[in-house]
């Protein structure tokens, strides 16, 4: 099974560098939209300030993580997805539509 996670919750494993992340991310299949790639360099620096680790540390570590995560190309979503997605996001966040329409995929 497939799990979508949005762009925060990969930023806080980034951030964190715990070990305990090790099992989730070595054992369960975690899918992003690359929509992620770009929230992920937009807030690079923020990422590097609030991380306890050095920086090679974080470097490593941001390896292994993006080595056991799934980003796929927005090409991939099918139009009846995204169209669920936009009736279901539409006064919520419709920034957020990629994720949604991955998880109905």
Do not use: C
């Amino acid at each position: 099974m497939d799990y979508v996670i949005d762009a925060n919750i990969l930023m806080s494993i980034l951030i964190s560098g715990k070990a305990s992340y090790k099992p989730f991310l070595t054992n369960y299949n975690f899918i992003l939209p690359d929509f992620v790639l770009i929230e992920i360099d937009k807030y690079k620096d923020l990422l590097k300030s609030r991380t306890k680790m050095q920086k090679y540390e974080f470097l490593q570590w941001s390896y292994f993580v993006f080595s056991k995560i799934t980003i796929l190309p927005e090409y991939v979503l099918s139009q009846e997805s995204i169209e669920k997605s936009e009736k279901l996001l539409d006064k919520i966040d419709l920034k957020d539509i990629s994720y949604v329409a991955l998880a109905y995929s």
